[in-house]
C-alpha cells in the first residue's frame, strides 16, 4: 500500500512491501530502466551457492531465479548467470554454458592465470572474476553486463590486451608469410633493393627499367605484404620475413 500523509496517498511514493518479498518491483542501479535483473547461481559447493543466493536475493534490483549444481541444467529464463568455476575446467565449462543459453555470464573465482582469463573471455563471457574479487565487485558486474558493458581490473584488461596485440603479430605474420611467397622474382629483386636505401628512380636504373614499372611493382609488393609503406617492406627483408633464401654454406 502506498504512503499516506493526512489520510492521502504520497504523489511519486513506492509502494512498502516486506523486506526479502521477490514481488517486489527491485530495481537496479544504472541498469536499463532500472529493470529487474533475473540471476541464475551455478556452484558445486551447497554452502556458496545458497550463502551467495541468500546474500544476492536481498538486494534491490535482483531476483534469484533459480541455484544449481549443473551447467548444463538452467532452468527458465535467467538473465544472467553467475557461474563458480572453481569445482570445473574452466575453459571447457565456459565454453559450454555459453554454447547453451543467451544469459550473459559472470565467472566467479576464475584462477588468475592468464590461461583461464583468456579462455573465458575467448569462450563470449560477459566478465570474469578471481578469487580476490569482493561481493561488490559481482554487484558492480551485474549491472555492468546488463549494460553490456564487461568490467574488468586492471590486470584482466593487461592481459587482454596482450593477448589482442599477440593475435593481431600472428595475423600480420600469416599475412606476410602468405604474400612474400607470392611475390615474383623481379618484385624480390626490387625488394631487396629498397632494403638497400635505392629509390624508385635508382631502382630503375640497376634493373634497367621503366620508372612507371617500378612504381606499379612496388604498388604490388605493398599490396601482397599487407603493409602500407616502404620502409615496412624493407624492414620485412631486414628480419628474413622476406627475401630469397640463402643456401648454407659447407
Known amino acids: 500500500m502506498a504512503e499516506l500523509r493526512d489520510g ?3 504523489e511519486g511514493a513506492e509502494a512498502r512491501l516486506p523486506a526479502g518479498d521477490r514481488r517486489s518491483p527491485r530495481r537496479v542501479a544504472n541498469s536499463p530502466g532500472g529493470a529487474v535483473v533475473r ?12 550463502g551467495l543466493a541468500e546474500v544476492l536475493s536481498r538486494r534491490n534490483g535482483i531476483d534469484i531465479e533459480g541455484t544449481g549444481a549443473d551447467p548444463d541444467a538452467v532452468p527458465g529464463t535467467p538473465a544472467v548467470i553467475v557461474l563458480d568455476v572453481s569445482g570445473f575446467d574452466t575453459a571447457e565449462v565456459a565454453a559450454r554454458i555459453v554454447g547453451r543459453t543467451a544469459a550473459r555470464v559472470i565467472a566467479v573465482n576464475v584462477p588468475a592465470s592468464e590461461v583461464d582469463v583468456i579462455a573465458c573471455a575467448e569462450a563470449g563471457l560477459g566478465c570474469c572474476l578471481t578469487p580476490e574479487a569482493s561481493l561488490d565487485d559481482l554487484l ?3 549491472a555492468s553486463v546488463e549494460r553490456d558493458e564487461a568490467p574488468c581490473s586492471p590486470w584482466t584488461a593487461a ?8 593475435l593481431a603479430s600472428e595475423r600480420r605474420a600469416s599475412v606476410v608469410e602468405a604474400g612474400a611467397a607470392r611475390l615474383t622474382s ?21 634493373l634497367c627499367i621503366e620508372l612507371p614499372t617500378v612504381k606499379n611493382h612496388m604498388h ?7 603493409v602500407r609503406r616502404r ?3 624493407a624492414a620485412l627483408v631486414r628480419s628474413g620475413a622476406v627475401g630469397r633464401a640463402v643456401a648454407p654454406k659447407y
Open 220 to 226: 604490388r609488393i605493398l599490396e601482397k605484404l599487407g
Open 8 to 10: 492521502m496517498p504520497i
Open 231 to 233: 620502409g615496412e617492406a
Open 159 to 166: 592481459v587482454l590486451l596482450r593477448r589482442v596485440a599477440s
Open 140 to 142: 558492480k558486474a551485474i
Open 186 to 206: 623481379r618484385e624480390l629483386d626490387i625488394v631487396e633493393l629498397v632494403e638497400q636505401g635505392l629509390s624508385n628512380k635508382e631502382i630503375a636504373g640497376e
Open 39 to 50: 540471476v541464475h547461481l551455478i556452484s558445486t559447493v551447497a554452502l556458496l551457492r545458497e
